[in-house]
């Protein structure tokens, strides 16, 4: 006879295979799938035999389904604890016990081919046949709660040194086990001859389903959803099937009885959707709203066209939308084969995110090979803590990772759910797209500044020469002026010293003029890319020429040192000049807000065939953290409207064509920063040669 009891062993019994056979077939071979697997078959296996022995037509049948059903629920216990030790990860380490259980589950079963087990099976309740305990069955009982409990606890006391999101792990698989031996357990009270009726039974059904649904993704909605979602399941099919079964027993028409199972089933499942939309309406309001947050974000940064906006931006709406711990994004930079982190949020969170994560390091190649947002459960042991990696979001362009964030625990301690991930994803393509839609930009801008600053340069070379002309005409006729007065027309003395000292500031005044004219065209003048013989020192003087003026409008107090015989290098004037003016650059805008504004400059020749140039500043400094990331592109200590964090990438760049190297030191915040550039001396090169070269350039 089929009835709510019967139908519900017989779904238990599906739903408990075909769960366990696919998380098995997940990953066969991970233990906890495993031991999942020997768990739901046993139950199946038991539900499959209770549902032929309360049916079966003969006793004799009945009796052969009492020995599998006891057979199967002997080994139960052993095999769901050895699953909740998988689970918690202390299989290993309690070997002992679960051999010792296993053994225990074995000496039961010989005894269940006695009557001191099972004394009789006979009609009970509204079933054909059922079990009468026999004397020994007790211990049975004792036993399988036992472990039952003992599992439990073990499960509870692991999960006090989890994390937030391991603990709402665990409690998907103690909700779903507490479902299914309720449940189970219920025809316990007809063995011992309680007259309850097993009720419970259907939430067998949801044992394993909620327990696959844990396993294979560890966390697809919150818990109160699942159980909102079985409660509303439990509260419509218990009127779909209890309400014409009732009405039947009541009226003795089964006739009506059917009639109204057959509307009542076909009524069901619209009511079920509308309730559990209606209820998870209520449950995710807030999770639904930043949802629709991020899903904008995903649609408006492709308008975005600067980089550092954009990942700052990104981080922002994330970490203030979802209520997020921490959250950082990380950009590839090939240059340093790392990861550089180039926002975060909040500040005081900035321990948890390292400066620099190398490219070949385990979460990359976890990023790399699943192309998806991963929580933390999923990325393995990579180095990172789920308070700061509780879920990893990607970007992939041309099939690698180009960037990625790091993502601390949600408000509250809730947890990501499947909706979240599958919402990060689309925020995930959307990141990569508007990061390669930021670089195109940066690429035209890059060539349009390049065409603007070639112009640039040729106009200034054009206006240098054209002032340095007239200013020749100056100081030459200042000079002719000045000898005519005092020579021929012979002032009296007290005026000659006079004309003299006034003639000295002219003449002094248009010669500083003609200098930085001459700084300018020399800072302006178009590269060829060849490498000529050139000295230091003259980059050095024109550079100071150039840029005096700058010095004496901000107050700083330029020095500089420069030893006598520091030889030749090969190089390009304008593009050393550059250099220092870059780094001058900096230096100015670190010394801001410094009491003591002083820059030194100092040159002199190493014994390893090397020039080496400094300048030291009594700035702000550098903190430890940015030192080895200071030359990469896009890093700046400036403020965003302030600075590109392309200069020293630039910087580099030349040196490096130079053959040379450059490199900063900083004792930290405050404490000054010096700057050392190191370029090879060209050793075949002597006066002479240098002279001839500067006449050939000269007269061509």
Not at 137 to 150: E, H, K, N, Q, S
Not at 157 to 176: F, N, P, S, V
Not at 245 to 258: Q, Y
């Amino acid at each position: 006879m089929v009835n709510y009891y019967t139908l519900s062993l017989l779904v238990g019994s599906i739903t408990a295979f075909s769960s366990g056979v696919f998380v098995f077939l997940k990953n066969k071979k991970e233990l906890v799938n495993k031991t999942f697997l020997w768990t739901t078959i046993s139950s199946s296996v038991w539900s499959l035999a209770y549902f032929g022995m309360v049916t079966a037509k003969t006793k004799a049948v009945a009796w052969n389904y009492n020995w599998l059903l006891h057979g199967a629920a002997i080994f139960i216990p052993a095999f769901f604890t050895h699953f909740a030790f998988a689970l918690i990860r202390e299989e290993r380490r309690r070997k002992k016990e679960l051999i010792f259980f296993y053994l225990l589950s074995a000496l039961f079963l010989p005894i269940n081919f006695t009557t001191l087990f099972i004394k009789d099976v006979k009609p009970k309740f509204i079933f054909n046949f059922c079990c009468d305990a026999g004397p020994l069955y007790i211990l049975f009982a004792l036993y399988f709660f036992g472990m039952v409990i003992y599992s439990f606890y073990r499960v509870i006391k692991a999960g006090e040194t989890k994390t937030e999101i391991q603990k709402m792990q665990l409690k998907y698989a103690l909700w779903a086990s507490a479902f299914g031996f309720i449940g189970g357990g219920s025809v316990f009270l007809l063995t011992f001859n309680i007259p309850f009726p097993p009720y419970p039974l259907i939430l067998f059904s949801f044992y394993p389903l909620i327990t696959a649904y844990a396993i294979v993704k560890y966390r697809l909605m919150d818990i109160k959803i699942a159980l909102t979602r079985a409660g509303i399941f439990i509260f419509v099919y218990g009127i779909v099937l209890g309400l014409p079964f009732w009405i039947g027993s009541t009226t003795k028409s089964w006739f009506i009885a059917t009639a109204l199972a057959v509307v009542l089933a076909t009524l069901g499942p619209f009511i079920y959707s509308y309730l559990r939309r209606q209820a998870e309406e209520i449950l995710l309001r807030e999770q639904h709203r930043y949802q629709s947050t991020l899903r904008e974000l995903a649609k408006t940064m492709i308008r975005i066209r600067d980089l550092n906006q954009l990942l700052k931006i990104v981080v922002r709406t994330v970490v203030d939308t979802v209520k997020i711990s921490s959250g950082g994004i990380y950009l590839r930079d090939e240059l340093q084969k790392a990861f550089v982190l180039k926002h975060f949020l909040p500040q005081r969170a900035k321990y948890n995110f390292p400066e620099l994560i190398p490219i070949d390091s385990p979460l990359i190649d976890v990023l790399d090979k699943e192309k998806k947002p991963l929580l933390h459960e999923e990325l393995g042991d990579v180095g990172l803590s789920a308070d700061s990696a509780s879920l990893v979001v990607p970007s992939i362009i041309e099939n690698n990772v180009s960037a990625f964030m790091l993502l601390g625990t949600k408000g509250e301690n809730q947890m990501f759910t499947m909706d979240d991930v599958l919402v990060f994803e689309t925020v995930s393509y959307s990141t990569s797209l508007a990061i390669e839609n930021c670089r195109f930009w940066k690429e035209i801008e890059d060539r349009q500044r390049k065409a603007r600053l070639q112009e640039m340069d040729t106009y200034s070379y054009s206006l240098a020469h054209e002032i340095d002309n007239p200013m020749q005409v100056v100081i030459g006729q200042a000079d002719l002026l000045q000898k005519y007065i005092l020579n021929e027309l012979n002032p009296p003395q007290e005026k000659q010293l006079e004309l003299r000292e006034s003639f000295e500031y002219i003449l002094e005044a248009a010669r500083r003029v003609s200098g930085m004219v001459k700084a300018i065209r020399d800072f302006g003048q178009v590269t060829t890319g060849e490498l000529r013989p050139l000295k230091i020192e003259d980059v050095i003087e024109s550079f100071a020429k150039l840029y005096y003026p700058q010095f004496k409008a901000k107050g700083v107090i330029f020095q500089k040192a420069v030893s006598e015989g520091l030889g030749f290098v090969r190089g390009e004037k304008p593009e050393l000049m550059q250099v220092l003016v870059i780094l001058a650059n900096n230096a100015v805008h670190a010394m801001n807000y410094s009491r003591e504004k002083k820059l030194t400059l100092k040159a002199e020749r190493l014994q390893n065939g090397t020039i080496r140039v400094s300048l030291k500043d009594t700035g702000s400094g550098i903190k430890n953290e940015m030192l080895p990331i200071i030359f990469a592109p896009f890093t700046t200590t400036k403020a965003s409207s302030e600075g590109t964090g392309m200069g020293l990438y630039n910087a580099q760049k030349i040196i490096n064509r130079h053959k040379g190297k450059i490199w900063v030191e900083s004792e930290g915040e405050n404490k000054g920063t010096t700057f050392f550039i190191e370029l090879p001396v060209a050793q075949d090169v002597n006066e002479e040669d240098f002279k001839k070269e500067n006449q050939d350039k000269k007269l061509f």
